[in-house]
Each structure stands twice: as C-alpha cells, then as structure tokens.
C-alpha cells in the first residue's frame, strides 16, 4: 500500500508537469503557426495585390482603346475604304485582346466575360456599320455609320464592362 501511494505521490505531480509542457508546447506552436500565416499573407499582399491591380489598369486601358470613339479616333487616317478600314479595325482589336489575354487570370470570371463581350460588341459594331455601306466607300463613311449606331444605342459598348472592372477594384482594393 506504502509502494501505491509512493508511486501516486510521483505520478500525479509529474503528470500535472508533463500536462502543462503540454499546453505551453501547443500554445507556443499555435502561436507561431499564427505568426508564419500573418508573415505569408503580408508576402502575398505585397507581391500580388500590386500585380492583380495592375491587371485591371491594363484591362481598363483595354477597354479604352477598343471603345469606338477612340479606336476610329486612333486609326482614322490609316485605311483609304469602307473593307480595309473594317480589317484595319477588327486586326487593332483583335491585337489589343491578345496583348492583354493574360490579365484573365487575376480577375473574376464574371468581369472577365463581360471584358469578352465588350469586345465582342465592339467587333460586331464595327461589322453591322460595315454592312450598311459600299465596301469601296471611303473610309469615313465606316465612322460615320459606327458612331450613328452609338447614338442610337446611346451607350458605349465598353460601359458595361468599364463599369464592372471599377466596381471589383473597389470591392477587392478598397
């Protein structure tokens, strides 16, 4: 019995040591755990926050320079009929998209389609004001007929998707 009650008098006291180091161990660990995610989410803010929001300036001047007003403003003087001024039109936009393909990756799927289907309407402008003249026309005729459209639609066929990459910047950076 003497032996029994010995061996608690050890036991228990060690136990209540070995539980504590326990505890401390984990606490300490945790907190370290906690300190090496604050560190990488600091590592993560400062190398990729800058190159996401990079991103979306370069998809805004995307959209920029395939809105009509400044694509026919840019190019006017580079094509001498209605048919090369519409290839002339399709290739800068067609170039401008692929320039900036990669920028997909950082945004939402959402913003990124409705980027897809500015272009999109853009291209399709530019080929329904085709079709409604001569394709030996001059030149000036194609503006003339894309900015009637616009006027009609009274929206830029960018706005939409302008207004998209904004409103993510400021949910995701503001």
């Given at each position: 019995?003497?032996?029994?009650?010995?061996?608690?008098?050890?036991?228990?006291?060690?136990?209540?040591?070995?539980?504590?180091?326990?505890?401390?161990?984990?606490?300490?660990?945790?907190?370290?755990?906690?300190?090496?995610?604050?560190?990488?989410?600091?590592?993560?803010?400062?190398?990729?926050?800058?190159?996401?929001?990079?991103?979306?300036?370069?998809?805004v001047l995307f959209l920029e320079r395939i809105s009509p007003n400044n694509?026919?403003?840019?190019?006017?003087?580079?094509?001498?009929?209605?048919?090369?001024?519409?290839?002339?039109?399709?290739?800068?936009?067609?170039?401008?998209?692929?320039?900036?393909?990669?920028q997909q990756v950082y945004m939402s799927q959402a913003t990124w389609d409705?980027?897809?289907?500015?272009?999109?309407?853009?291209?399709?402008?530019v080929n329904q004001a085709s079709g409604d003249t001569r394709p030996d026309?001059?030149?000036?005729?194609?503006?003339?007929?894309?900015?009637?459209?616009?006027?009609?639609?009274?929206?830029?066929?960018?706005?939409?998707?302008?207004?998209?990459?904004?409103?993510?910047?400021?949910?995701?950076?503001?």
């Open positions: 019995m003497d032996l029994l009650s010995d061996f608690l008098k050890l036991i228990v006291p060690a136990s209540l040591v070995l539980y504590g180091m326990y505890l401390t161990v984990k606490l300490l660990l945790e907190r370290e755990a906690d300190r090496h995610k604050f560190d990488v989410k600091n590592r993560y803010t400062d190398t990729v926050v800058p190159i996401r929001l990079q991103a979306y300036e370069r998809m694509l026919l403003l840019r190019l006017s003087g580079s094509s001498t009929t209605v048919l090369e001024f519409q290839q002339r039109l399709l290739q800068e936009i067609r170039d401008e998209y692929t320039h900036n393909l990669s409705q980027i897809q289907a500015a272009m999109n309407d853009v291209m399709t402008l026309a001059p030149a000036l005729e194609l503006s003339k007929r894309i900015f009637e459209r616009i006027i009609q639609k009274d929206k830029q066929p960018t706005y939409d998707a302008l207004k998209a990459v904004k409103e993510e910047i400021q949910v995701m950076f503001m």
